[in-house]
């Protein structure tokens, strides 16, 4: 049963990357990789959170829920090979220096984003 939760969370998390992608391709300029940055980094503040809980004791969620919101919908909604493979191109095209603030930027923020979301759990389980 496990694998039908996160199978129909990956299907919502892709579907949730793919709006993301098409709204940030509205309003923003096509040369960096924004919506794959913006992605990750809002996964890994709600991965964060999610973990936060859970480590906290108070929140745990049960393995079904664990399995479609964390290995699904978070899974399926981040883009780590999008950005691999953006990454690549960007060094492919010469773009030396948006790569590596792809890399850098996507890493800290990423980080950042998670130890943020789990610190607010944590606060907020007290």
């Known amino acids: 049963m496990s694998y039908l939760w996160v199978a129909l969370?990956?299907?919502?998390?892709?579907?949730?990357?793919?709006?993301?992608?098409?709204v940030v391709a509205r309003v923003?300029?096509?040369?960096?990789?924004?919506?794959t940055l913006l992605v990750n980094v809002s996964g890994s503040m709600l991965i964060g959170?999610?973990?936060?809980?859970?480590?906290?004791g108070r929140h745990s969620l049960p393995a079904a829920a664990e399995a479609f919101l964390l290995?699904?919908?978070l899974g399926g909604f981040t883009t780590f090979s999008s950005f691999s493979?953006?990454?690549l191109?960007?060094?492919?095209?010469?773009?030396?220096?948006?790569?590596v603030v792809n890399v850098?930027?996507?890493?800290?923020?990423?980080?950042?984003?998670?130890?943020l979301g789990f610190a607010a759990a944590s606060a907020l389980s007290r």
């Open 49 to 56: 959170v999610l973990a936060g809980l859970a480590t906290a």
């Open 89 to 99: 191109l960007l060094v492919r095209a010469g773009e030396w220096t948006a790569a």
């Open 71 to 73: 290995i699904g919908v």
């Open 28 to 35: 923003a300029d096509g040369g960096f990789p924004f919506a």
């Open 9 to 22: 969370g990956g299907a919502l998390g892709s579907v949730g990357r793919y709006a993301v992608g098409r």
């Open 104 to 115: 850098l930027g996507s890493v800290a923020l990423c980080l950042l984003a998670v130890s």
């Open 85 to 87: 493979l953006e990454t």
